[in-house]
Antibody
Framework: EVQLVQSGAEVKKPGESLKISCKGS????????IGWVRQMPGKGLEWMGV????????RFSPSFQGQVSISADKAISTAYLQWSSLKASDTAMYYC?????????????WGQGTLVTVSS | QSVLTQPPSASGTPGQRVIISCSGS????????VNWYQQLPGTAPKLLIY???QRPSGVPDRFSGSKSGTSASLAISGLQSEDEADYYC??????????FGGGTKLAVL
């Protein structure tokens, strides 16, 4: 059974750094693109970017390029989303998801989400 | 501000057929396939329709998708109370990677 298990909720202050994780199981981790999707409180879904764990090829939405980094450690089947300096506007639920087809807009399996709260 | 435009809300009574639209342009829907997601309250999104009109295993055939030109539609027939959710279309855009529609909140009255 394919599963994506994300790290727990985080409460941070503006300016702090953060790395959240997404651990895949039940499939060959290196062979499917993993993406990250943001959902701000009460708002819709926003595609942030994807990574191919096999070679760490990464693609970003222009809206998120330079704002976050995406990485993956295939040895432990885990992808990461990272911020170097959080802002209050980063408060959101973040989902990881995988595409088994290679289509960046088709996410077949999703993690449960990680809630990030940034507040002073 | 999404460039895939969905109506913010839709509604129907049990048993009815509801259609949710998703309007785009030649750089996204017009030249790429459309996927649809269902997000039940408090849960992660779930893939509902892929490649315009294909259902993943386990999705009831009450759900169907179609695409024509720069627009796509999700139809739900035999509406049930458990269909009350937010629905999102998504497509690759040639300039900005992937776009999601703004989402449609479906109420079952």
């Amino acid at each position: 059974e394919v599963q994506l298990v994300q790290s727990g909720a985080e409460v941070k202050k503006p300016g702090e750094s953060l790395k959240i994780s997404c651990k895949g199981s039940g499939y060959s981790f290196s062979t499917y693109w993993i993406g990250w999707v943001r959902q701000m409180p009460g708002k819709g879904l926003e595609w942030m970017g994807v990574i191919y764990p096999g070679d760490s090829d990464t693609r970003f939405s222009p809206s998120f390029q330079g704002q976050v980094s995406i990485s993956a450690d295939k040895a432990i089947s885990t992808a990461y989303l990272q911020w170097s300096s959080l802002k209050a506007s980063d408060t959101a639920m973040y989902y990881c998801a995988i595409s088994t087809s290679g289509s960046y807009s088709r996410f077949d399996y999703w993690g449960q989400g990680t809630l990030v709260t940034v507040s002073s | 501000q999404s460039v895939l435009t969905q109506p913010p809300s839709a509604s129907g009574t049990p048993g009815q057929r509801v259609i949710i639209s998703c309007s785009g342009s030649s750089s996204n829907i017009g030249s790429n396939t459309v996927n649809w997601y269902q997000q039940l309250p408090g849960t992660a999104p779930k893939l509902l329709i892929y490649s315009n009109n294909q259902r993943p295993s386990g999705v009831p055939d009450r759900f169907s998708g179609s695409k024509s030109g720069t627009s796509a539609s999700l139809a739900i027939s035999g509406l049930q109370s458990e269909d009350e959710a937010d629905y999102y279309c998504a497509a690759w855009d040639d300039s900005v990677n992937v776009l999601f529609g703004g989402g449609t909140k479906l109420a079952v009255l």
